[in-house]
């Protein structure tokens, strides 16, 4: 059963974590049947780190939980690694950043996944459920947030921060707008009014998205930050995955969605965003050079990521986001399984591990910030006596 | 001065399987009032911290920042989006679902009945998800026209206008999937209700060459009354609850918008569903606050409900 349990999960579609838990289950159950006779598409993979060395095998289970955002990435480093290595079992449960931290701090996780690094007073209390040791902050999921449209006539369409502010403070109520023509000179722009959508849940690509408006546009913008949207107008969506089947069933619509979500997507098209340097479209390779060129916070293995959404690097895109895991630098009980957290977490940070999350619709680290990341995981690593 | 005398019941009589019958149909009635204060008592105890250090008016505020510093929020949008949401569903489902009852007991064939009745009920068994995606994805597109037809010929009419020209994600649409939702409720139960017309009635009505509306009109109605108000509490008492389908179907936007036609609208319930999963502690506690809230208002409707109907009995004629 476990290899059927792992096909069957491989061929989820990205956003069955972000949505509901029941559908989730019955799709993995459906799927599994007919996924019987189908080989693991997780053994090339599995084979492929093998070979490279990526991937050393530690029996037994841990559990985790967290952020939804980077459940996907985590999904698929699970299936790869299980396939690998079948004595081992790693439970990753989307319950939410919030959640997930809670989990940790209270030990009942091994390690824990959040859209915003763990600091002030939840680190100090992580001190003692590390029995005395510090916990880190490890950046190891990067992704981008995509400003998708649905207008029939319009195969691209080129956005500036202030416009894009405008657009979702309901400012900009259409799509024949001057800032939007001024932009877009050679697109058949309609005389329609543009359907916005947000999400209406609590999110965390909230968060990034309103920070991002903030520091780019703060003439425009000037909402609060944070998970809850707060700008006028615009009609909600719950998750990402119905903000995108939103936008694909209404024309003259925009929304915002993480990357994965451009992967075959129907009738939405992203927004290239003008910064000053050129459009750059949302691809994982753009987004991956902001995150390499944003300034970061490193200590004894502790890494906090500060994007710098007002990028101007040639092709870097803007809306640029990175998920952590917060694990114990040491002093994790052994039931907890240190060791296998140790080498899945190495696991993950490899070429092999980073190189998987450009195929699903995340952003692969690259350059000085991966190498402060492996810097990260080798703390962990010697915790384990590994 | 009865004609019969029961016999005197002494102490000794009473056996234990009585005894223990009553006892166990006690502690049963006894359980569900604990039950009932337990659930009062958590939401209380869990909705205090997030009560004392809200900065907003939680009557008045119509924000939702429980976890921002400082927190501010209130229930003043949710509580109008519940109570206006399950308005329209009510004026939408009553009519209908006391007309397809009326018609399953007095006029329809009886095969046909039996199959319509069972129809009926059978919409009480689709998993509330079920309803959410069938009426985001396949029923909005298709009431958007008539959406953009009420505001554009109907607009005068201050909640039917719409000025933003959107027509998706709108009150109006949630109130028709919640409509058919409780569809069903209303119907079964009056249903039930209009079987339990005396025959007598009925028949001398017909009798006296009443005709059939003449007498459902003057048999039926007035003896039902009561219990089809009971039905309509309980329908209203499921659209006030409904979770997943509305968090689905409204914009879930944080205002007071009466125009049923433009995206907007938002419940307590789907509000819970939406927020929690990335809620810190302190967003808990006001999301159970709003639980706290919903509680109160559907305790107020049942009992204002029975209030009625035991008023209403003494004028009933049935008794």
Redesign the interface.
Known sequence: MPSAHQASRRYQPRGVAVS?V??ALSGLVLSACGSSTTVNPAIPAAEAAMAAGDITCIDGRIQAAGS?AQANAITEWVNVYQTACPQSTIDYQP?????GVEAFLSAQVSFGGTDAAVEGEDLDNAFERCEGNPAINIPLVGGAIAVVYHLDDVDSLVLDPSTIAGIFSSEI?RWNDPAIVALNPDAALPDA?I?QFHR?????TTANFSDYLEATAPDDWDY?T???W?A???????GSD?VS??VA??PNSIGYVELSYLIDAINTKPVSIDQGAGPVEPTAQNASITLSTSPSFTEDGNIVLDIDYTTTVPDAYPISIVTYEIVCTAGLSDNQNPALVAEFLTFAASDSGQELLGQIGYVPLSGGLLADVRASVGVVMQGAGR | MSLFTPPRITGSSVRPGDRNFRFTTTAAGIGVLGVLAAIAAFLIWQSIPALQNNTGNVFTNQ???P??DPPEWGIAVLIFGTLWTSLIAMVLAVPIGIGTALFITFYAPRRIARTLGFVVDLLAAVPS?IFGLWG??YF??QIVPAAQWLSSYLGWIPFFSND???Y??SILIAGFVLAIMILPTVSAISREVFWQVPKGHIEASLALGATRWEMIRMAVLPFSRPGMISAAMLGLGRALGET?AV??I??????INWQITE?SGNSIAANIA??W????SN?RSALIATGMALFFITLVVNMTARWVVNRRRDFSGAN
Do not use: C, H, N
């Open positions: 509901g029941g559908l939804s319950v939410g950043s919030g959640a109520t009014a359907a209406s849940d609590s999110s965390g609060d944070g998970k809850e707060t006028p107008g615009g009609q909600g969506a719950r119905q089947a939103s069933q209404t | 924000q939702w920042l976890d921002a998800i985001l994805y909005m597109p933003l020209d959107l998706t994600k997943i968090a689905l409204l914009s879930a936007v944080f205002e995206p939406l927020k999963g990335e809620a810190a967003g």
